[in-house]
């Protein structure tokens, strides 16, 4: 069936220096989401992209969607230790109609050390 | 502002118990969603619904059922718990919105432990 593959698994950084999680799809995507699940807490919904080779900014966050619709990225500018969480990617499967089935990748954990 | 409840954040059953996790959400969202989570693997799909009595499999149902009565609540039934069972199970809920956003919104989870 249909993966959305995630990278990596675990990222440990220094406060201060970047970070990139990747989402690869076996098929094309109409859409990509992303979400965020503090530790403890439920994934919480950062944004959606739509369109091949669509650019999103949300402060120090940027999310890119392949030209192909197939891959999708999140980088982080200067990590923070309020960035810590574990970020998945979830894609919508062209052709799904209204259910708004997704499907997740498997989530990148990402440690801060301050 | 969308607000999905799950029945008990914390629940402790024996191999063999019937088990009832239930979801509620209050924005009148059609789509509704069970999924388990476990450590390195994600969020996998267990069963999902897009009306009142409609259900569909989703990528792990086996040993698990669902049902929606109600437009708000939808709830999984795990008819014989087993120690694999064990597991965070997280419920979500979204509206069909054709070429719009369709975002999901989660309900806090319940950590099932079977023993």
């Known amino acids: 069936g249909q993966q959305v593959m995630q990278i990596p698994q675990y990222q440990h950084v220094q406060e201060g220096e970047d970070f990139t999680t990747y989402c690869n799809s076996s098929?094309?995507?109409?859409?990509i989401q992303w979400y965020k699940q503090r530790p403890g807490g439920h994934p919480v919904f950062l944004i959606q992209l739509v369109k091949s080779g669509e650019v999103k900014k949300q402060k120090r966050l940027t999310f890119q969607f392949g030209e192909a619709k197939k891959n999708s990225s999140l980088h982080i500018t200067a990590t923070q230790t309020t960035d810590v969480g574990t970020y998945f990617c979830a894609g919508k499967k062209t052709g799904s109609g209204n259910t708004g089935k997704l499907i997740f990748g498997q989530g990148t954990t990402l440690q801060v050390k301050p | 502002d969308v607000k999905v409840t799950q029945s008990s954040r914390y629940l402790v059953k024996r191999t063999g118990e019937k088990v009832f996790l239930e979801c509620v959400q209050d924005m009148d969202h059609e789509n509704m969603f069970w999924y388990r989570q476990d450590p390195g693997l994600g969020l996998r799909l267990i069963y999902f619904?897009?009306?009142?009595?409609?259900?569909e499999k989703g990528d792990i149902p086996e040993g698990y059922s669902v049902s929606r009565e109600k437009k708000e609540r939808f709830s999984l039934i795990l008819e014989s718990a087993s120690t694999n069972q064990t597991s965070m199970y997280l419920c979500?809920?979204?509206?069909?919105?054709?070429?719009?956003?369709?975002?999901?919104?989660f309900g806090p989870g319940t950590r099932l432990t079977v023993l």
């Open positions: 619904s897009y009306d009142v009595k409609m259900k």
């Open positions: 098929t094309t995507l109409s859409n």
């Open positions: 979500a809920s979204s509206l069909p919105l054709a070429g719009a956003t369709d975002t999901q919104y």
